[in-house]
T-cell receptor, first 119, second 114 residues
Framework: AQKITQTQPGMFVQEKEAVTLDCTYDTSDPSYGLFWYKQPSSGEMIFLIY??????QNATEGRYSLNFQKARKSANLVISASQLGDSAMYFCAMREGQDYGGSQGNLIFGKGTKLSVKP | DGGITQSPKYLFRKEGQNVTLSCEQNLNHDAMYWYRQDPGQGLRLIYYSQIVNDFQKGDIAEGYSVSREKKESFPLTVTSAQKNPTAFYLC?????????????FGPGTRLTVL
């Protein structure tokens, strides 16, 4: 079974509107971290936002916020006020394991969602 | 500026030849990683290193080899044993392997085997 599922291969959004990119994950480890990365056409992966499994509040970073629904194992990325420069591939990723001492898993990536922002 | 450099950006090789991809970081990070990305796919881990002179296989290590002789360098060799080496290769680093430490990525190397 896939650990990270991104069900939207591609999405369109009008400039200045908000968009939600879906991500569901599968783990039995109570301790894990969730990441979102942006990959523009140049290829470099850019870190956007992080959510820890024990974090009480949803993470926010500027125009990015993470809608974390732990019971549903969902970690959707919300981009507010879309800009043309937001057009890119977006990847959700998960790392299982403890912060210190315990074994730490590797980063597992979903297949990504291609976001296109229309002017 | 601190960051990760990968060279070259594009690389062409004939089938059966070994090729080494460079990855250098000046972020003073302990952990370094190599990923492979195929079209329409996410990243898959090839090898990682938590500290100098130590490295571990990832999910798809067959046909690849690495070394970590210096903290700032983590070269990847794609050997002739790799059945389908044409792909986009990304190198990354992080301060350590703590759960919440983000990985910083280089610009990638696109390898084409003819």
């Amino acid at each position: 079974a896939q650990k990270i599922t991104q069900t939207q291969p591609g999405m369109f959004v009008q400039e200045k509107e908000a968009v939600t990119l879906d991500c569901t994950y599968d783990t039995s480890d109570p301790s894990y971290g969730l990441f979102w990365y942006k990959q523009p056409s140049s290829g470099e992966m850019i870190f956007l936002i992080y959510q820890g499994s024990y974090d009480q509040q949803n993470a926010t970073e500027g125009r990015y916020s993470l809608n974390f629904q732990k019971a549903r194992k969902s970690a959707n990325l919300v981009i507010s006020a879309s800009q043309l420069g937001d057009s890119a591939m977006y990847f959700c990723a998960m790392r299982e394991g403890q912060d210190y001492g315990g074994s730490q898993g590797n980063l597992i990536f979903g297949k990504g969602t291609k976001l296109s922002v229309k002017p | 500026d601190g960051g990760i450099t990968q060279s070259p950006k594009y690389l062409f090789r004939k089938e059966g030849q070994n090729v080494t991809l460079s990855c250098e970081q000046n972020l003073n990070h302990d952990a370094m990683y190599w990923y492979r990305q195929d079209p329409g796919q996410g990243l898959r881990l090839i090898y990682y290193s938590q500290i100098v002179n130590d490295f571990q296989k990832g999910d798809i290590a067959e046909g690849y080899s690495v070394s970590r002789e210096k903290k700032e360098s983590f070269p990847l060799t794609v050997t002739s044993a790799q059945k389908n080496p044409t792909a986009f290769y990304l190198c990354a680093s992080s301060t350590d392997r703590r759960r919440d430490n983000e990985q910083f990525f280089g610009p990638g190397t696109r390898l084409t085997v003819l």
